[in-house]
């Protein structure tokens, strides 16, 4: 069985109309991350509310910007020291970021768990990974999580 990682977010205040990175994981120098599913989540309480901006990005970390470090978990496989790191939270954005996927997801109405087709996951280079950028139209929090493995 291959090790399978979540890096648990936490909540992310958004303001209306600003892009915002609500959490990333980074590999490091052996490996890749092989990105396997997400979760958002947010407490808008208008139900005619303008669905928020996703975008699913490829992230270089570059900078690393400012952020909240996640304790990431290994919740399936063996327990091995990874070297993997994971933020959430960003007040500064990191670089570089790329989106390969955009689409609009409701403020209003729970959450959505979205798991990538097996064996067409995205995966990274070494040193490299993947982030979740959210532009919320109101003020709103976002809740995200990220599950993934070594590519």
Do not use: H
């Not at 303008?50 to 996640?70: D, H, K, M, S």
């Not at 496989?77 to 939270?89: D, E, I, K, L, S």
């Not at 990538?116 to 979740?132: L, N, R």
């Amino acid at each position: 069985m291959i090790s399978i990682y979540d890096a648990p977010g936490a909540v992310s205040a958004l303001t209306s109309g600003t892009a915002k990175t609500v959490i990333s994981v980074t590999a490091p120098a052996q490996f890749g991350v092989n990105w396997m599913a997400y979760e958002l989540s947010f407490d808008g309480s208008t139900s005619t509310a303008t669905p928020a901006r996703i975008e699913l990005c490829t992230f270089t970390a570059a900078t690393a910007g400012t952020n909240t470090a996640v304790t990431i978990v290994n919740s399936a496989g063996q327990r091995v020291t990874t070297g993997f790191t994971a933020a959430t939270n960003y007040t500064a954005e990191g670089t570089v970021l790329a989106a390969f996927k955009t689409f609009y997801f409701p403020q209003y109405g729970g959450t959505g768990i979205i798991q990538f087709t097996p064996g067409q996951e995205p995966d990274s280079a070494v040193s490299q990974g993947f982030a979740i950028r959210v532009t919320s139209t109101a003020t709103v929090n976002c809740n995200a999580s990220m599950r993934f493995s070594r590519c």
